[in-house]
């Protein structure tokens, strides 16, 4: 972690007058492997990083929030009765969304001073807004006195992208930020909510994470855009076969093969992303569990073929870091993580080699793209809670 807790205390003296009462933080995620198969109620394998969004805060009598958001030097005002979209502010619909569904849940909602400050980079496909979303829940949980259970948590993290924002957004994201653990990434079954936690333990591999520097969020457009491409699969699916199913889970690689020529060339392209990501997914966390960092690298890479043929959410920028990242010493697979459109790629690279790696990998990107682009090293970190 690199948020200075005694500064980010100071920042709120200095802004609410009066000590903090309490310090909440929540960490940012980068997914192995499992992409855009959540909505799908399909399989993932994300692991949260160190990066990550801590809240300093104090209750206040009224139902008001008084925020400031010390990366952005932005002030904000909320009320808490009323709990609608600030367009000035947009940081700050994090916070009231969660307020709003913990006001929906009837659980004791408190009005706060509060300090936000975080170093997870905003819209590289790292989460920070989850990361803001489950440190709010965190910060209203201490506050009120209450403990949202299991997946219930991330799922109203969830409701707050899909209800509050607009955004058709699977849990993963939510469910890594709260329930990550140290040393471990996290296996999830995105319809039963059954998770496993996987070591990250291989012997001489290293994760390095990339960032291309094109910060394209999350393109709601395209990604919503998939969503209901998918659901156009399922249901021309479920009418060719006659086969009852809600989601691409409920489909195998043969019955997608006997839709080929019913289905639209692009839903059956986005299907087959999906129903193959799954099996890649799950072979994905066997490979983890026996230190296989060989047999990830290739379902990485393969990973990453079928988002850019098949799902069609790399650009130029991502698939030059990760066609040269495939031709240095040391890499083992290299892919796209998070939503797409930008944002940054995940790396599996032989630990001896890892700094002549990103050396390599930041200098070749520069002189091919002419970006800046950033690589850095995370363990995997606990989920969200409570510092102090
Ligand atoms: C974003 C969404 C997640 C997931 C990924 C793609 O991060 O918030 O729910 O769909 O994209 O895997």
Redesign the pocket.
Known sequence: MSIRIGDAKETFVRHFGGAPELVVRAPGRV?IIG?????NHGF?LPMAIEHETVIVARRRADMRLHAFAANLERRAEADLERRVRNVDEPWLDYVVGVANEVAKLALPLVGADLLIVGDVPIGC?L?SS?SLEMAALAMFEALGGFQVEGAEAPRLGQRV?NEFLGLS?????QFISRMGRRGHALFLDCRSFAYELVPVAFASATFVIANTGVARG?TSSK?NERVAQCREAVEGMGKALGKAGTHLRDFDMDDLLECKTTLSDTAFRRARHIISENARTQTARMAMRAGDADTLGDLMNASDESLRVDYEVTCPELDAMTSIARGLSGCRGARMT??GFGGCTINLVATDAVSAFCEELLSNYKRQTGLTGATFVSSPADGAGRIE
Not at 35 to 39: A, I, N, P
């Open positions: 997914n992409e855009h198969t959540d909505y993932v496909g989460s989850a992208e957004t699977g849990i993963m994201d999350l990604y998070g939503a």
